[in-house]
C-alpha cells in the first residue's frame, strides 16, 4: 500500500461570498481571531503527518505564500521588540511546511483545480482539504480516513450529516453502512435540491484520491453552476473504483460565508481565556440594551 504523504489545497477561488472583502485579500487568509483559516488546515494536515503540502492558488492570492513564508524584517523587529512569544510563534509558521504552489489560471471549477495539481502530485493517492470547513480535532479524522485507505487501497471521503434544508449547499452521497461509521459510497449528487438528494449525508471537504481521479477528472464536463465538479468526476471513478466514506462525528465550523463565519469566530473566541470573558461581558450588555429597546417598542 503506497503511503499518503502529500495533500492539494484548493485555494484560486473568488471568495465572491465575502465580496467586496475579497477584493485585493484572499478568503483563507480571513482571521479566526488571530489565525487565519488556511493555517488551521495546513495544521491538521501536519498532525495527521502529511508534510507536503501543494497549494492551487491564482491572482490575488501571494498572502498565502507570504504566510508560509519566512519575514525577515518582521523577525528583527520583533527581536529587537523583545517580543519572544509572538516571534517564536512567526518562525514556527515559517518553517510549518515546504509548500509547492500551483497556479490555477482560469478557475473553472474545484475539480478543475484538483487537476490543475497533477504534475505536483505525481502518480500516487494524496488528500484534498477545502479550506471552508475546520474541523473539530481534524487530524482525527485525517488519521481515521488513512486508516480506511490502508485497509482498502481506494479512496476515501469523509460525511458529515446536515439538515434536510442544507443538502443543496453540498455534494450528497448515497451510501451503504458496511461497519460502525464505514461506509461505501453507491452514488454522489452535487448541490441536489432536498426532493432529489438522496440522503442528508454530506461531503465535508476532506478526501483522499488515488491517482485514477485525474484520469477521471479530465473526462468531467462541466456540470453544475458549469464547472468542472469534483463530485461529478467522483461519480466516474466509482463506475471502475470502489469509494469509501468516513463519518465524521465532531462538529464542523464553516467559514465560507458571513453568517457561518462569525458563528464560527465566536465558537472559536469563547474556547478562548483571555477573550472569552470581555466578549461574554460585552454580548450581555448589548443583548440587554437590545431587549430594553424592543420592550420599549
Ligand atoms: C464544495 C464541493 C461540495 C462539498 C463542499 C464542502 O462545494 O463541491 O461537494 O460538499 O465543498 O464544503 P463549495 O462549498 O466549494 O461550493
Same mark, same amino acid.
Given at each position: 500500500?503506497? *503511503?499518503?504523504?502529500?495533500?492539494?489545497?484548493? /485555494? $484560486?477561488?473568488?471568495?465572491?461570498?465575502?465580496?467586496?472583502?475579497? &477584493?485585493?485579500? #484572499? =478568503?483563507?487568509?480571513?482571521?479566526?481571531?488571530?489565525?487565519?483559516?488556511?493555517?488551521?488546515?495546513?495544521?491538521?494536515?501536519?498532525?495527521?503527518?502529511?508534510?507536503?503540502?501543494?497549494?492551487?492558488?491564482?491572482?490575488?492570492?501571494? #498572502?498565502? +505564500?507570504?504566510?508560509?513564508?519566512?519575514?525577515?524584517?518582521?523577525?528583527?523587529?520583533?527581536?529587537?521588540?523583545?517580543?519572544?512569544?509572538?516571534?517564536? !510563534?512567526?518562525?514556527?509558521?515559517?518553517?510549518?511546511? !515546504? #509548500?509547492?504552489? /500551483?497556479?490555477?489560471?482560469? %478557475? @473553472?471549477?474545484?475539480?478543475?483545480? /484538483?487537476?490543475?495539481?497533477?504534475?505536483?502530485?505525481?502518480?500516487?493517492?494524496?488528500?484534498?482539504?477545502?479550506?471552508?470547513?475546520?474541523?473539530?480535532?481534524?487530524?482525527?479524522?485525517?488519521?481515521?480516513?488513512?486508516?480506511?485507505?490502508?485497509?482498502?487501497?481506494?479512496? *476515501?471521503?469523509?460525511?458529515?450529516?446536515?439538515?434536510?434544508?442544507?443538502?443543496? &449547499?453540498?455534494?450528497? $452521497?448515497?451510501?451503504?453502512?458496511?461497519?460502525?461509521?464505514?461506509?461505501?459510497?453507491?452514488?454522489?449528487?452535487?448541490?441536489p435540491s432536498p426532493e432529489e438528494a438522496p440522503s442528508n449525508l454530506a461531503i465535508v471537504?476532506?478526501?483522499?484520491?488515488?491517482?485514477?481521479?485525474?484520469?477521471? @477528472?479530465?473526462?468531467? &464536463?462541466?456540470?453544475?453552476?458549469?464547472?468542472? %465538479?469534483?463530485?461529478?468526476?467522483?461519480?466516474?471513478?466509482?463506475?471502475?473504483?470502489?469509494?469509501?466514506?468516513?463519518?465524521?462525528?465532531? =462538529? *464542523?465550523?464553516?467559514?465560507?460565508? #458571513?453568517?457561518?463565519? @462569525?458563528?464560527?469566530?465566536?465558537?472559536?473566541?469563547? %474556547?478562548?481565556?483571555?477573550?472569552?470573558? +470581555?466578549?461574554?461581558?460585552?454580548?450581555?450588555? @448589548?443583548?440587554?440594551?437590545?431587549?430594553?429597546?424592543?420592550?420599549?417598542?
Open positions: 500500500m503506497e *503511503v499518503i504523504r502529500k495533500a492539494v489545497l484548493p /485555494v $484560486a477561488g473568488w471568495g465572491t461570498r465575502f465580496l467586496p472583502a475579497t &477584493k485585493a485579500m #484572499p =478568503k483563507e487568509m480571513f482571521p479566526i481571531i488571530d489565525k487565519p483559516v488556511i493555517q488551521f488546515i495546513v495544521e491538521e494536515l501536519l498532525d495527521a503527518g502529511i508534510e507536503n503540502i501543494i497549494f492551487v492558488t491564482g491572482r490575488h492570492k501571494r #498572502p498565502i +505564500e507570504h504566510h508560509f513564508d519566512i519575514n525577515t524584517d518582521l523577525e528583527r523587529h520583533l527581536e529587537e521588540a523583545g517580543k519572544e512569544e509572538i516571534l517564536e !510563534n512567526i518562525r514556527e509558521i515559517s518553517h510549518m511546511t !515546504n #509548500p509547492i504552489y /500551483v497556479r490555477q489560471k482560469e %478557475q @473553472l471549477g474545484l475539480g478543475h483545480a /484538483v487537476l490543475t495539481s497533477e504534475p505536483a502530485v505525481g502518480y500516487e493517492p494524496f488528500f484534498v482539504s477545502l479550506g471552508d470547513i475546520i474541523l473539530e480535532r481534524g487530524s482525527e479524522a485525517l488519521k481515521e480516513m488513512i486508516e480506511i485507505y490502508n485497509r482498502f487501497g481506494k479512496s *476515501v471521503i469523509a460525511l458529515f450529516e446536515v439538515d434536510r434544508e442544507e443538502v443543496n &449547499k453540498y455534494g450528497i $452521497a448515497k451510501v451503504k453502512e458496511i461497519e460502525d461509521g464505514v461506509y461505501i459510497i453507491e452514488d454522489l449528487v452535487e448541490k471537504g476532506r478526501y483522499i484520491f488515488t491517482p485514477k481521479i485525474f484520469e477521471k @477528472l479530465r473526462e468531467t &464536463k462541466p456540470g453544475k453552476g458549469g464547472e468542472i %465538479q469534483l463530485t461529478d468526476a467522483m461519480r466516474l471513478l466509482l463506475e471502475e473504483e470502489a469509494i469509501y466514506a468516513y463519518k465524521f462525528e465532531g =462538529k *464542523v465550523y464553516d467559514t465560507g460565508n #458571513p453568517i457561518d463565519y @462569525l458563528k464560527t469566530v465566536f465558537e472559536f473566541a469563547l %474556547q478562548r481565556e483571555d477573550i472569552a470573558g +470581555e466578549l461574554i461581558q460585552h454580548i450581555q450588555e @448589548l443583548i440587554s440594551k437590545q431587549t430594553q429597546l424592543i420592550d420599549r417598542s
